[in-house]
């Protein structure tokens, strides 16, 4: 995959963790300072992969969760070198709604590395990766999620294992994903961002 000239950043974490309310304002943030930025987010909903994920998560096919990680890391093969690459090329920064980091963070522990090294052998890391780390009983507060007992039970010990599952790809990608805490209020968190995208020389 050909060089670049943009920067390419990427926000993790889990349902309800603030991402898409973090990359609406860095996206404004860069727009009042010139820089032209695309916004993309996984899967796709209009390369082919993707919208196969589209049928599955809607219930319209069945499919193993492996086999559905990997479908996940093919849009995203697919996702990089038709969107993200060419933007990258124009120079624009490009901002990703989850990367590889979702798919190790939705895999099965006993595949994880497995996984991860898969991601990393064919699609380019992000410049920068930022996982908003949040406690999973906030994010259910902020998706107010559940109405049943169980569904809320349930729920909270699916969000307790992404993250867990996201921190051990935090500890494993050292540098490279930067953790900031989500559980802040949404400017405090704006500002530690651009704090670490200035850090990293991103900004
Ligand atoms: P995600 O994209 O990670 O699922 P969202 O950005 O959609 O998360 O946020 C989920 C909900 O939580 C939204 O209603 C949003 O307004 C709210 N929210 C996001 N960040 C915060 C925050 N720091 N404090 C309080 N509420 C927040």
């Not at 949040?134 to 909270?156: H, N, Q």
Request: aromatic residues 8%.
């Amino acid at each position: 995959m050909t060089s670049k000239k943009g920067k390419f950043i990427v926000f993790e974490g889990i349902d309800g963790s603030g991402k898409g309310t973090q990359i609406k304002k860095l996206k404004d943030y860069l727009d009042r300072s010139g820089i032209k930025t695309l916004l993309t987010c996984e899967h796709t909903r209009d390369l082919p992969v993707g919208k196969l994920i589209e049928t599955t998560l809607n219930g319209g096919e069945k499919i193993d969760p492996l086999s559905l990680q990997i479908c996940f890391t093919a849009d995203r093969r697919d996702h990089y070198q038709k969107v993200i690459q060419p933007a990258l090329e124009r120079g624009e920064f490009v901002i990703s709604d989850r990367y590889y980091g979702s798919t190790v963070a939705y895999t099965d522990d006993k595949m994880k590395q497995i996984m991860l090294d898969f991601n990393q052998n064919i699609v380019p890391g992000a410049d920068l990766t930022i996982f908003l780390d949040v406690d999973p009983k906030m994010a259910m507060k902020r998706i107010g999620d559940g109405r049943s007992t169980k569904t809320i039970f349930e729920r909270l010990e699916t969000l307790t294992k992404s993250r867990n599952s996201y921190l051990w790809f935090c500890k494993k990608m050292k540098g490279d994903v930067i953790v900031i805490d989500g559980n802040k209020d949404i400017n405090t968190i704006h500002l530690n961002v651009l704090k670490k995208l200035k850090n990293k020389k991103i900004l």
